[in-house]
């Protein structure tokens, strides 16, 4: 089992340009979410899904889609990336249960000029 | 709102020392707490602490929980240079379908 990849692994963007990051777990969890780490924050939810073609925002969802046309891919755009979306994003997935944890994927470092 | 909050946010001890990180938290209907390592990449999965006062021990570290109190802490005896990373405090929000929320982490050095 690869677990949770993500692609790309980093990335920079000018302003006003867009991308989409891709998540892909192979362990059939139903839960995926994507986060994003800046210094002194911890990690924050941005979007989260809790199925295939289902999404829900997280904590902090301003600026970001998602969509989950498969169970094992979650995917993160960016329709006009700004400076403050400069930041590491983690991809984590989990089973229904409460009594598991989350996995976590290898994360994408992105800089936005 | 939910709250995790983590102390301290950083410190630095020399190898041999031992530590204690503390997670404080504040979530309707609790049901569990996490903690996890991060180094350079993701966050790995140490504990998870459903019960009050029973000790969840990995080698040198160990974490226990205080569901009275809201808290938390996560022993490291005798320091290694490998321990050097991000402690992370996790809770689920069940009422948002097991978002996870965490605290800020703290971040720890351990010197030779």
């Known amino acids: 089992n690869a677990g949770v990849t993500q692609t790309p692994k980093f990335r920079v963007l000018k302003t006003g340009q867009s991308m989409t990051l891709l998540c892909a777990q192979d362990?059939?969890?139903?839960?995926m979410y994507w986060y994003r780490q800046d210094p002194g924050m911890g990690l924050r939810l941005i979007h989260y899904s809790v199925g295939e073609g289902t999404t829900a925002k997280g904590e902090v969802p301003d600026g970001y889609n998602v969509s989950r046309l498969k169970k094992q891919n979650f995917l993160l755009g960016l329709e006009s990336a700004a400076p403050s979306q400069t930041s590491v994003y983690f991809c984590?997935?989990?089973?229904?249960?409460?009594?598991?944890?989350?996995?976590f994927g290898p994360g994408t470092r992105l800089t936005v000029l | 709102e939910d709250k995790v909050v983590q102390s301290p946010l950083s410190l630095v001890v020399h190898e041999g020392d031992t530590v204690t990180l503390n997670c404080s938290y504040e979530v309707t209907n609790f049901r569990s707490l996490l903690w996890y390592k991060q180094e350079k990449k993701a966050p790995t999965f140490l504990f998870m602490l459903t019960s009050s006062g029973i000790e969840k021990k990995s080698g040198r570290l160990s974490s226990i929980l205080d569901k009275k109190e809201l808290f938390s802490i996560l022993n490291i005896t005798a320091t290694q240079t490998g321990d050097s990373a991000i402690y992370l405090c996790a809770v689920p929000d069940l009422y948002n379908n097991n978002d996870m929320r965490f605290g800020a982490g703290t971040r720890l050095t351990v010197k030779p």
């Open positions: 362990m059939n969890h139903e839960y």
């Open positions: 984590a997935s989990r089973t229904v249960s409460y009594l598991d944890t989350q996995y």
